[in-house]
């Protein structure tokens, strides 16, 4: 199967296979017509998005979006973005449509970017938990915009992982996840982007604020708007801050097994420490190459140093690695805070609880 990690893979047979409930679907024309089918009739099915898999469910029916929530067992505060096929079907969804966000809708629509808007009357309690804002994404995956269109409404898509675990990017995470849980799975592969949408607050007329950082970074936002303003808590321990702009920041977040520390270092103190504090169950999280240079030490490879693209692709299959191979602690090199690094540290150092040491 196409971006399967190695922990397992799907002999597809037949046409279509039913595994217990869960449906797995291809993206050939008549499985994305059956996902529509199901979605239509208020059943969920994970679909690939270009950021990581999204579990939908139409967005305009309460009961099937509260269905979300129980599958992946998600917090009943922490609202879910709604994916549309095009541009036009915002209208209906939204109250206003600021100059800002359209700015920032002609820059980086269709992509990884959630708008947070004012919502319309239309948008069920049950998607925005009772705020009065709604996250909206235009996605640029072909096969995630066939299954909107096949469902012909929009879809509400929250990451298709147990809540808490790390996002799936490819089909054979959410079978570990949500097999017999949900209706359908559709695999389209795995995804380019790796890391959840950027999330920026866009509902009135102020500077555009980031709520959470993705593949489209502050500064990009910056060079279309003038200027961006970063939440605090994308870096910072929101208990510790306490205000809560998006719910989705105060949540435990994308947590393997293993306890994670990161290292913020050069190369050479980070080999120093690591093979100092060397200790049956340890691993090392490092950039691609380094590996091999830490003595005997077993460690998994996130990404190039330089690359964040590289880095989101693969930061999360990682973490699902380290959990299947059993290890209890890993010392993780810690990338870079600009472009977007950002994105990758924002889910390391939940990952890690924010732990972190300084050499
Ligand atoms: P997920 O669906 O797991 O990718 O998480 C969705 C993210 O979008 C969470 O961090 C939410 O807090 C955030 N989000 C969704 N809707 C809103 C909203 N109306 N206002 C602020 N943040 C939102
Ligand atoms: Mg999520």
Same mark, same amino acid.
């Given at each position: 199967?196409?971006?399967?990690?190695?922990?397992?893979?799907f002999?597809?047979?037949?046409?279509? @296979?039913?595994?217990?409930?869960?449906?797995?679907?291809?993206?050939g024309?008549?499985d994305?017509? #059956?996902?529509?089918?199901?979605? *239509?009739?208020?059943?969920? !099915?994970?679909?690939?998005?270009?950021?990581?898999?999204?579990?939908?469910?139409?967005?305009?029916?309460?009961?099937?979006?509260? +269905?979300?929530?129980?599958?992946? %067992?998600?917090?009943?505060?922490?609202?879910?973005?709604?994916?549309?096929?095009?541009?036009?079907?915002?209208?209906?969804?939204v109250?206003?449509?600021?100059?800002?966000? #359209?700015?920032l809708?002609?820059a @980086?629509?269709?992509?990884?970017?959630?708008?947070?808007?004012?919502?319309?009357? =239309?948008?069920?309690?049950?998607?925005?938990?009772?705020?009065?804002?709604?996250?909206?994404?235009?996605p640029k995956?072909?096969?995630?915009?066939?299954?909107?269109? +096949?469902a012909? !409404?929009?879809?509400?898509?929250?990451?298709?992982?147990?809540? %808490?675990?790390?996002?799936?990017?490819c +089909?054979a995470?959410?079978?570990?996840?949500?097999?017999?849980?949900?209706?359908?799975?559709?695999?389209?592969? $795995?995804?380019?982007?790796g890391?959840?949408?950027?999330?920026?607050?866009a509902?009135?007329?102020?500077?555009?604020?980031?709520?959470?950082?993705?593949?489209?970074?502050?500064?990009? =936002?910056?060079?279309?708007?003038?200027?961006?303003?970063?939440?605090?808590?994308?870096?910072?321990?929101?208990?510790?801050? %306490?205000? !809560?702009?998006?719910?989705?920041? *105060?949540?435990?977040?994308?947590?393997?097994?293993a306890?994670?520390?990161?290292? $913020?270092?050069?190369?050479?103190?980070?080999?120093?420490?690591?093979?100092k504090?060397?200790?049956?169950?340890?691993?090392?999280?490092? @950039?691609?190459?380094?590996?091999?240079?830490?003595?005997? =030490?077993?460690?998994? $490879?996130? %990404?190039a140093?330089?690359?964040?693209?590289?880095?989101?692709?693969?930061?999360?299959?990682?973490l699902?690695?380290?959990?299947k191979?059993?290890?209890?602690?890993?010392?993780?090199?810690?990338?870079?805070?600009?472009?977007e690094?950002l994105?990758?540290?924002? #889910?390391?150092?939940?990952?890690?609880? @924010?732990? *972190?040491i300084?050499?």
């Amino acid at each position: 199967m196409p971006g399967a990690s190695g922990a397992f893979c799907f002999e597809r047979e037949a046409d279509l @296979f039913m595994l217990d409930e869960t449906l797995m679907l291809s993206s050939g024309d008549d499985d994305i017509a #059956r996902a529509g089918e199901i979605l *239509k009739n208020g059943g969920l !099915v994970a679909i690939p998005t270009e950021t990581v898999y999204g579990l939908a469910a139409n967005a305009l029916d309460g009961t099937a979006v509260r +269905a979300i929530f129980e599958a992946k %067992g998600r917090p009943q505060d922490n609202p879910l973005i709604v994916h549309i096929s095009s541009l036009d079907q915002i209208d209906g969804l939204v109250s206003r449509f600021p100059e800002t966000a #359209r700015a920032l809708a002609d820059a @980086f629509w269709p992509g990884p970017m959630t708008l947070v808007l004012p919502k319309s009357a =239309i948008i069920p309690d049950e998607v925005t938990c009772g705020l009065d804002t709604v996250g909206i994404r235009f996605p640029k995956s072909e096969c995630a915009r066939r299954i909107i269109d +096949a469902a012909g !409404v929009p879809l509400a898509a929250p990451s298709a992982n147990t809540s %808490g675990k790390p996002s799936p990017t490819c +089909a054979a995470h959410v079978f570990d996840d949500m097999f017999g849980r949900i209706d359908a799975i559709v695999d389209g592969g $795995e995804c380019s982007v790796g890391v959840e949408s950027t999330v920026v607050y866009a509902a009135d007329d102020g500077d555009p604020i980031l709520l959470r950082p993705g593949g489209i970074s502050a500064e990009m =936002i910056a060079g279309v708007c003038g200027s961006c303003k970063i939440d605090e808590n994308i870096t910072s321990d929101m208990e510790a801050t %306490g205000a !809560v702009m998006s719910p989705g920041m *105060k949540h435990k977040h994308y947590s393997p097994n293993a306890k994670i520390t990161l290292i $913020e270092s050069d190369f050479d103190a980070y080999k120093d420490y690591v093979e100092k504090n060397m200790a049956p169950g340890t691993a090392a999280l490092c @950039f691609d190459g380094e590996g091999q240079r830490l003595c005997g =030490i077993p460690y998994f $490879e996130y %990404g190039a140093v330089d690359d964040p693209k590289s880095q989101c692709r693969k930061v999360f299959s990682m973490l699902r690695r380290l959990d299947k191979a059993g290890v209890d602690a890993v010392y993780a090199r810690c990338p870079r805070r600009d472009g977007e690094h950002l994105a990758v540290y924002n #889910r390391l150092i939940r990952a890690a609880a @924010f732990r *972190k040491i300084k050499l």
